[in-house]
């Protein structure tokens, strides 16, 4: 497994399956009008010893928007619940295949954590290879995962969560606020990709959450994240991911912002993005300028960015 490639196979995990560095998560999550449970789902079927990682429960409790990034020392003591620390080596998969999963990828990399993958293709890719599943949840694993969003609550009550075993490290230029966002719209420094539907995206199709208006971020160019999966939901070839970035105009050695509705499928773009250059994922500001990759950034607080329709 090497520290930069963002994924791991289904085969691979089999194999390292139970060492005891190696903890898994489920951090399936789904659309609203999907009308699916990834708690009651985990409980029925997940892979042998993963616990569930709640992508709604983990957040910023101090705000009522969606999926914004928790404080450090909330997520270092939902992770801690968890029974993960510094040295493990985190799998992250969803129940769709790729579509949340980056999400959590993402979390642990912007809080210090590198050494954390996505399992390739997800569940699916898992139980079309025919490895074991789980088919109940045993008394811990419901335990830690409640103790996880506990954790979470009592930080943002300002309370000491107990047996801290997982210490962050923000990494602040991988994090884009709304007051970034804007100011970058006059600058154009650096370049933003929209992970939507394209529909959503042009302002024709409407967003999934009440109250929302479709459209875009001035300046925005967007390349919906299913185009970065073959038929199994596994993630493209370097080459041909490089190609659909391009096919768009982005410039992957030049600074990218990525965007969404939450800040889930954003992810997905993030990851690609640097499996496709197949180089490390660094955590500089200027590496555009020396050769190397440049950083990926994931924004958060866009639902409150006036957005540029193409509806006049």
Known sequence: MAQDDPVVSAQWLQQHLGQPDIKVLDASWYMPQESRDPWQEYQVAHIPGALFFDI??????????????PSEEAFAAAVSALGINNHDKVIVYDGKGFFSAPRVWWMFRVLGHDKVWVLDGGFPQWQASGFNIASSCPDDAVLKSKAANNAVETAYNGKLANAVTFQTEFRPQLFWTLEKVKQNVAAKAHQVVDA???????GVM????????????????CVPFPEMFDGAQTLLPADELSKKFEQEGILLDHPIVVTCGSGVTACILALASIESVSMTFQFTTDLGQNGKRSPIMITQKLLQLPLKSTIL
């Open 206 to 221: 409407p967003e999934p959450r009440e109250g929302v208006r479709s459209g875009h971020i001035p300046g925005t160019k």
């Open 196 to 202: 939507r539907a394209k529909g959503r995206f042009d």
């Open 56 to 69: 709604d429960g983990i957040v910023n409790r101090a705000t009522d928007l969606p999926h914004m990034l």
